[in-house]
């Protein structure tokens, strides 16, 4: 059976992920991402639209958004929805966050460095690294 607190989106990233270590030394990273849809009114006219996701990572996946996401990359992410609870001047507020579980980085590679990447850190296949034999190491 299906989970319906799954999200799967591709988006641009907003501003460069925000960054903080646990007290444990567990990495931990903030950031959004800007979805945004284009149609056609009934008008004839283009529309636009776009939705700001928030996105959270931890472990070895917040590292690798760490080192390689920086602002207006395009990325894909399958992760978890969470909604959290909070109270400020005495109004309850509610946040929805998408806990990634994957990601991808998406463009040519002329843009940036192309990773897909799990709970795990990624294998140099992933980078789009040749394995040459002239390495000097």
Do not use: C
């Amino acid at each position: 059976m299906a989970s319906i607190n799954k999200f799967i989106g591709i988006g641009n990233v907003g501003k460069d992920p925000e960054v903080r270590v646990t007290q444990s030394g567990d990495v931990v990273v903030n950031m959004s991402i800007a979805i945004t849809e284009k149609y056609k009114a009934k008008d004839g006219t283009q529309k636009e639209v776009t939705e700001w996701v928030r996105l959270v990572f931890f472990g070895k996946l917040a590292e690798i958004v760490q080192q390689y996401i920086t602002k207006g990359m395009q990325i894909y992410v399958e992760g978890k929805l969470k909604t959290e609870k909070y109270d400020k001047d005495g109004q309850t507020h509610y946040v929805t966050k998408v806990v990634g579980e994957k990601m991808q980085m998406l463009g040519s590679k002329s843009d940036k460095p192309r990773a897909e990447t799990k709970q795990s850190m990624p294998q140099p296949s992933e980078f789009d690294i040749p394995l040459d034999d002239d390495i000097p190491f």
